[in-house]
């Protein structure tokens, strides 16, 4: 327990990487599969967006499943440019019932995209940086990346 009283015991991490050059999305499709033939036996769930040539994916489950997780998609040559944004402890995960949920902005239609940002919005607008502060991230930046694309452009 942390000195909340909350039992944290679902370790995350959030980063961001850039699509390799020329990645098809039968070559993300891929990325997907292998996700989640990997996160099923090893209880990982997660979420992975894609828009604008960069990646942003927040992995959940036991730490040492999901650093060693993080270590093998950092040598995927797919992707690169690879930046853990946060990672620690929360009580919940934010994406229970996905082995590994995948969204391409590019693939939405302009009002599903404004569903996607209001639905970033209402999760930064509730969820508490003091007991959440990955997914608190991970949204910032799902946010960041639909309504203010100049910052990812200049990365």
């Not at 000195?3 to 990325?31: C, D, H, P, W």
């Not at 992975?48 to 993080?70: C, M, R, S, T």
């Not at 404004?114 to 991230?137: G, Y």
Request: charge should be neutral.
């Amino acid at each position: 327990m942390n000195s909340y009283g909350i039992n944290k015991n679902v370790f995350q991490l959030t980063y961001r990487s850039r699509a390799a050059e020329g990645l098809t999305t039968s070559q993300i499709m891929e990325i997907v599969d292998e996700a989640v033939g990997f996160n099923n036996p090893h209880d990982i769930t997660g979420c992975l967006v894609f828009d604008q040539g960069f990646f942003i994916q927040l992995l959940e489950g036991e730490k040492a499943i999901v650093e060693q997780l993080y270590t093998k998609i950092k040598k995927d040559k797919r992707h690169f440019q690879f930046e853990i944004l946060s990672k620690g402890w929360t009580s919940e995960r934010q994406f229970k019932s996905w082995d590994m949920g995948y969204i391409s902005m590019e693939d939405y239609a302009l009002g599903e995209k404004a569903e996607l940002v209001s639905k970033a919005r209402k999760a930064l607008d509730t969820i508490s940086t003091k007991n959440d502060f990955t997914p608190k991230v991970f949204w910032y930046n799902i946010y960041t990346l639909l309504t203010a694309s100049k910052f990812y452009k200049n990365l």
